[in-house]
């Protein structure tokens, strides 16, 4: 009989001990089951929160004028003939000069990319209204 009211405190500690250990460390929901004893605690909200006053302020911005800038093609990219010119050599042969055409002139095509300018203009805003911010008045 001791040893049965033994054995029975001694797994209660055990669990009250594991059912501690588990609650701190991690929530059930991380380990797949719960261990519970009695009702489960409700949860203390407060019960309203704070009065608040809201006042919505409007400012006018008046106009102004903004400078903008865009990107604007000025030339497409394309494709310009260009003649390369021959290349000659002067050579010497028994004191005497003369020219060799050691490459001739030839034709190719070389890529010109487009060109861009950066224009800035000058654009008027009208004024407006404008919700600037609220001011709270916490009351009591």
Do not use: K
Not at 56 to 79: C, D, F, I, K, N
Not at 80 to 91: K, L, W
């Amino acid at each position: 009989m001791m040893t049965t009211r033994l054995n029975t405190r001694t797994t209660m500690l055990l669990a009250v001990t594991v059912g501690l250990v588990l609650a701190t460390t991690a929530s059930a929901s991380d380990w797949g089951f719960s261990i519970g004893f009695g009702r489960p605690r409700p949860v203390l909200v407060a019960p309203y929160p704070p009065p608040v006053a809201v006042r919505m302020v409007r400012e006018w911005v008046p106009g102004h004028y903004e400078t903008r800038s865009e990107q604007v093609l000025v030339s497409p990219a394309h494709y310009e003939r260009q003649y390369v010119a021959p290349v000659y050599e002067t050579r010497y042969e028994h004191r005497r000069a003369y020219s060799v055409c050691v490459r001739p002139g030839y034709w190719t095509e070389v890529y010109v990319p487009a060109q861009y300018e950066t224009r800035y203009t000058q654009v008027f805003s009208a004024g407006y209204y404008m919700t600037a911010g609220v001011e709270r008045h916490w009351t009591r």
